[in-house]
């Protein structure tokens, strides 16, 4: 593939140049502002205290930003009708400094949900009527609170099992296999034109990314048009096969349905067991050395490895460009990533774009200067 002179080196030449930090590079998002945005997740410390300045990583490299933590329920509403939103608000405050749409994450989900949403206060399951009413509470007030604010939002998140079919969890128990309906017509009344997305991991299997084609007919069944699919694509060295996500893309793109890459990160450390994969976060094994091999850095094999692999998948994206709406990393430098303590705690990963330093790594590089 011919080398082409891109935007951003272009900006980067610049700088150097004019020897002053003021024209900033126009980052990886500029790279492909003609195919689909290019995200980031902004995790809780950057929302805490003071912002991150505008020529930080998050601002100056990427147009889309999602709340890693922040706007789950377990933060937004810890206790019944207690609502926290100091670092939601942030977040719409960094990407309006930032000119970055806001995606919220997300609305429904089995995990980082608290137990009283679930009970009354003897601790016994409520009922449908209790659990709908929460349910409509929280997403009106949250997605109410930003309407106009979000570009886009993960209505509901990991509701199916490898196989499809729906996921065995308190919302399905008590509300009923429609359950993920009522959190999208909710979300659909509170902004009329946000936009609603599906979100699960392992989209890259035929039977999950048949479920979810299914999920969006049932819903657009009961008048709910589903916005995109969210791939979230929490990936490894060894797993999974790029026909395997090619394959998952064709499905979506024959059923009409729009994709965005919502959480990407490719872990480049040795798998707990040959079977393993997804992002489930109750999984969890013990830590040993063999299994945490680059506490000093990245050899340059496995440099070169992940930057190839990148390469690859963005190529694979262009080549879908018309049906993927959004590339969204899970984090900006790997000091930062989820990985380094899934599934085992502890570890020292190297899955995203720049270095624990915050420079960019090859694989940077690579899907920067790499594009046709
Ligand atoms: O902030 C506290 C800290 O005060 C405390 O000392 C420490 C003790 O363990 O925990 C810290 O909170 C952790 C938080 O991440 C911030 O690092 C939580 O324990 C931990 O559970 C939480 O994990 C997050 C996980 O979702 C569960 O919400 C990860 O950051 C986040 O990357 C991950 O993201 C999920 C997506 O939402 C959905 N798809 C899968 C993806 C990866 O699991």
């Known amino acids: ?43 809780s410390s950057d929302l805490t205290g003071n912002l991150p300045a505008k020529n930080s990583l998050p601002c100056s490299e990427f147009n889309a930003l999602t709340a890693e933590n922040a706007m789950k329920w377990q933060h ?45 206060e003897q601790g016994n399951p409520v009922s449908r009527e209790v659990l709908l009413a929460r349910l409509r509470e929280h997403i009106h007030t949250l997605v109410g609170r930003y309407k106009g604010k979000v570009y886009g939002w993960d209505v509901v998140n990991e509701a199916l099992n490898e196989d499809g079919s729906l996921r065995d969890t308190p919302w399905r128990r008590i509300l009923g296999d429609d359950f993920y309906v009522h959190a999208f017509r909710f979300a659909k009344e509170a902004d ?25 007919k049932q819903l657009g ?31 979506l793109r024959n059923a009409g349905v729009r994709i965005a890459i919502t959480e990407l990160d490719i872990s480049v450390l040795p798998l707990p067991d040959d079977a393993f994969s997804g992002a489930d976060i109750t999984q969890s094994f013990a ?3 063999v299994y945490d091999p680059y506490v000093e850095g990245l050899p340059a094999t496995q440099q070169h490895q992940l930057a190839e692999l990148y390469q690859q998948l963005f190529a694979l994206f262009l080549k879908y460009a018309d049906s993927v709406d959004r590339v969204t990393f ?35 590089e690579a899907i920067t200067r790499h594009i046709d």
């Open 1 to 43: 593939m011919a080398t082409k002179i891109t935007p951003f080196a272009i900006s980067a030449l610049l700088v150097v140049l004019s020897g002053s930090a003021s024209a900033a590079p126009e980052g990886i998002a500029s790279v492909y502002e003609d195919s689909f945005l290019v995200g980031t997740a902004i995790k």
């Open 76 to 120: 937004i509403q810890p206790a019944p009708g207690q609502f926290n939103f100091a670092m939601a608000d942030q977040l719409i405050a960094l990407a309006q400094q930032c000119d970055a749409r806001v995606i919220g994450h997300t609305l429904l989900w089995h995990q980082q949900t608290p137990g009283w949403v679930f009970e009354d």
């Open 192 to 216: 009329p034109k946000a936009q609603l997305y599906y979100n699960d991991f392992n989209m890259y299997k035929p039977a999950k990314v048949a479920g979810a084609v299914k999920l969006v």
């Open 221 to 251: 069944d009961a008048g709910i048009k589903v916005d995109a699919v969210g791939m979230q694509a929490h990936y490894s060295l060894f797993y999974p096969s790029l026909s395997d996500i090619e394959q998952s893309m064709k499905t």
């Open 287 to 289: 830590a040993h050395p």
């Open 330 to 364: 899970w984090g900006t430098t790997d000091a930062d990533s989820w990985r380094n303590n899934w599934p085992i705690r502890g570890r020292t990963d190297h899955p995203l774009l720049f270095d624990r330093n915050g420079r960019p790594k090859a694989a940077y």
